[in-house]
């Protein structure tokens, strides 16, 4: 079982950056895909980017274009650069193996997430 730990959330005021950090244990880091979630308040989680064991990687509409997500496997750490942060990029940030199904993630193998706000 790959145990996941997020961080670098925090509060930022709009247009400004964060770069979020996810580093996993476990041997089966590298190849899997892996991916990056969001939760706002009162809203279901959204898949926000992903990543291949290859590198290849895709993003949500809403952040294309601001955010790139990268992975440095002899680190076993995925990460998350946001720029030109919005106010309603406002939520916990997770990452995870990236499937088709991921809603269907078990619950004990999300990690505790780490809170991005954006305000003024």
């Known amino acids: 079982q790959v145990q996941l730990v997020e961080s670098g959330g925090g509060l930022v005021q709009p247009g400004g950056s964060l770069r979020l950090s996810c580093a996993a244990t476990?041997?089966?880091?590298?190849?899997?895909?892996m991916g990056w979630y969001r939760q706002a308040p009162g809203k279901q989680r959204e898949l926000v980017a992903t990543?291949?064991?290859?590198?290849?990687?895709n993003y949500a509409d809403s952040v294309k274009g601001r955010f790139t997500i990268s992975r440095d496997n002899a680190k076993n750490t995925v990460y998350l650069q946001m720029n030109s942060l919005k106010p309603e990029d406002t939520a916990v940030y997770y990452c995870?193996?990236?499937?088709?199904?991921?809603?269907?993630?078990?619950?004990?193998?999300w990690g505790q997430g780490t809170q991005v706000t954006v305000s003024s």
């Open positions: 995870n193996k990236y499937i088709i199904n991921w809603r269907f993630l078990s619950n004990n193998s």
């Open positions: 476990g041997s089966s880091f590298k190849i899997n895909a």
């Open positions: 990543i291949t064991s290859s590198d290849s990687t």
